[in-house]
Structures are given as C-alpha cells and as structure tokens.
C-alpha cells in the first residue's frame, strides 16, 4: 500500500503562484509514476502534470509553460510549481502515484488540496 499526503494550495490572484507539494509513503518502490490532476465543481477530475521514475514528464496543454512538475525520487516526492495563475485554474487538486503492472495499473490518492485564483 502507498499513502499520498498533498499540501501547499490556497488563495492567489490572477497572475499569481502557488508551489504544491505530495510525499509518498509505505511501499514506495511500487511507484512508478507520480502526478497531480484536478477537479474544478462540476467537471470530471483531469491530469494536469505526470513524471515517471525516470524523469519523463507529461504536461495538459493549458497549463504547458506555466507549470512545472519535478520529483526527489530519493524522498518519493513531488512538487507542482505553478505560474501565471489563471481563475480556470480553480480546483482541487489531487496528488496520485501509480504503480504499473503488465495488467494494467494500481493508483493511489491524495485526499487533495483546494487551490482558489481570484480575478
């Protein structure tokens, strides 16, 4: 089992930043990738960001130049920097870290922090 903690939402302007944090812990040699999605009120949860193990990352398109995935594998952890925050950015976002197995794959949540960008 892997638990995911996230922190570091909150409130910013238009324009503004904010830098999320996620750890993992338990049974981290099982992660092979990590991520953050979000869910704004009343659409579907969505990726924003996703770095595997080795380094690779995989961004939205809405949010390509504006933010910024990276990882300590050592400390099974991830940070999102985001810039340049827009209202469309409203949600909660939510940490995941996957493990991947021949099958398919086994994701874990955070239970998410709210991130609110004012006008």
């Known amino acids: 089992q892997v638990q995911v903690l996230e922190s570091g939402g909150g409130l910013v302007q238009t324009g503004g930043s904010l830098r999320l944090s996620c750890a993992a812990s338990?049974?981290?040699?099982?992660?092979?990738?990590m991520g953050w999605y979000r869910q704004a009120p009343g659409k579907q949860r969505e990726l924003v960001a996703t770095?595997?193990?080795?380094?690779?990352?995989n961004y939205a398109d809405p949010v390509k130049g504006r933010f910024t995935i990276s990882s300590d594998n050592a400390k099974s952890a991830v940070s999102l920097q985001m810039n340049n925050l827009k209202p469309e950015d409203t949600a909660v976002y939510y940490c995941?870290?996957?493990?991947?197995?021949?099958?398919?794959?086994?994701?874990?949540w955070g239970q998410g922090t709210q991130v609110t960008v004012s006008s």
């Open positions: 995941a870290a996957v493990h991947m197995f021949q099958l398919g794959n086994e994701t874990y």
């Open positions: 770095i595997t193990s080795g380094g690779s990352t």
């Open positions: 338990g049974s981290t040699y099982m992660i092979d990738v």
